[in-house]
């Protein structure tokens, strides 16, 4: 096989490509292309390309392959699909690989449609449950994450459809968390998140009257999915209500997961003025026994909210950390120490980080692990200028 290189400034047509491209013609066998050339294929090939490079010849598997996989590595631990053929075949030619199968340790999955149109409607019985039960490519990746990828044990599913496509969104998690409990994969980490990017577009194409999300409801039957589930995590964005979207699951998820010990609550504003919260649904769900660490991101310190939270859950909690959150007042932050030393008999370990109060200069930035961690809440003071005892 003979292989060319066609240079960015030669191409024609509306949009031209990032990199050289490199293409393959005739039937030339491997060995004609020069040795100088060999490290330009490897850069400028896509990763499926790369791997399949490898079943041409026996030259490629002691000269090309061992430069193809450096390249590889750095992308290997995080795999992403959009659960279409060609990114399950490519996730399927890694886990067939004894050299890489055992690297990816994460799964982020988007959807297919998410480079749509924002008018255009998809039917969630139609198209999607055609996509789980019809199309055997979605067997292989089951396959592939119980046998091959027995390292990935954690997920993210992305929700990013635009307004019109909520309710086949919907249904579409449905499947993704019928597919993880089906192939009893048994995740250790399961992530829902709203891309920052992606929250922009939304809210640029929906009225102030829209509601965002449909409820998303677990099966009942998805509880056997979760026994080693020990870390849930939700990304935020006070606009797009992702923690409103995924309430029932995520609530059933905290009560029933037998394993699950920690919840990462992020919200993608620093902002601390606030018309809601997207706390208000775990607030009002607890208590939850089995939780003890909790993660805050970006989360206003004075919502009633995450008091409400904090008070129903803080009996069993045994860390805490707040990051890159904000208040008005340093008089808020000490009403939070104060709840947390009241209602956190076993709490062991406090942890504050790039907190602070709005407009300051100086944010807070403070780690306390051991005993008597009450007398140090009790302390603990804030003022514009910094912490202070």
Same mark, same amino acid.
């Given at each position: ?22 293409? &393959? ?117 089951? !396959?592939?994450?119980? #046998? ?12 990013? &459809? ?9 249904? #579409? ?103 809601? !919260? ?16 909790l993660e805050l991101h970006s989360v206003a310190v004075h919502s009633v909210d995450l008091l409400r939270l904090l008070r129903v859950n803080g009996r069993y909690l045994l860390s805490v950390g707040f ?18 030393? &009241?209602?956190?008999?076993?709490? !062991? ?41």
């Amino acid at each position: 096989m003979e292989f060319y290189f066609l240079p960015v400034r030669k191409h024609f047509g509306p949009r031209k490509p990032k990199k050289p491209f490199v293409y &393959a013609k005739g039937e030339a066998p491997f060995e004609k292309l020069l040795p100088e050339l060999w490290w330009e294929v490897v850069t400028y090939l896509p990763t499926n390309e790369m791997l399949a490079l490898r079943l041409i010849s026996k030259e490629m598997e002691g000269k090309i392959f061992t430069l193809a996989f450096k390249l590889i590595l750095p992308h290997l631990p995080t795999l992403h699909t959009k659960l279409t053929r060609s990114s399950i075949q490519k996730i399927h030619t890694i886990a067939s690989n004894p050299e890489l199968c055992h690297i990816p340790r994460a799964m982020r999955v988007v959807y297919p449609w998410r480079y749509l149109c924002p008018g255009e409607k998809l039917s969630a019985k139609s198209e999607f449950m055609q996509l789980s039960l019809k199309l055997p490519e979605i067997h292989t990746l089951m !396959n592939d994450l119980k #046998y091959s990828l027995t390292n990935c044990r954690s997920f993210e599913i992305c929700i990013e &459809a635009t307004v019109t496509q909520i309710q086949a969104e919907s249904e #579409y998690i449905n499947i993704l968390l019928q597919i993880l409990a089906e192939a009893d994969i048994n995740p250790e980490q399961l992530t829902f998140s709203v891309p920052p990017d992606r929250a922009k577009i939304l809210v640029g194409a929906s009225s102030s009257n829209d509601r965002l999300f449909f409820h998303i409801k677990e099966p009942c039957n998805m509880i056997r999915g979760w026994p080693n589930l020990h870390t849930l995590k939700i990304v935020d964005d006070e606009t797009i209500r992702c923690g409103e979207a995924v309430e029932p699951a995520v609530c059933q998820i905290l009560k029933e997961a037998p394993c699950l010990e920690r919840l990462i609550f992020s919200e993608s504003c620093k902002s601390p003025v606030r018309n809601r !919260n997207s706390l208000s649904p775990l607030s009002k769900a607890g208590p939850f026994p089995r939780l003890k660490h909790l993660e805050l991101h970006s989360v206003a310190v004075h919502s009633v909210d995450l008091l409400r939270l904090l008070r129903v859950n803080g009996r069993y909690l045994l860390s805490v950390g707040f990051f890159d959150c904000w208040c008005h007042t340093p008089v808020r932050w000490e009403a939070l120490l104060w709840l947390m030393k &009241a209602y956190m008999p076993r709490l !062991n370990s406090f942890t504050l980080q790039q907190c602070g109060i709005d407009r300051s200069s100086r944010p807070y930035t403070y780690t306390y692990e051991g005993p008597d961690i009450g007398d140090i809440l009790g302390k603990l003071r804030f003022s514009l200028r910094g912490l202070y005892f």
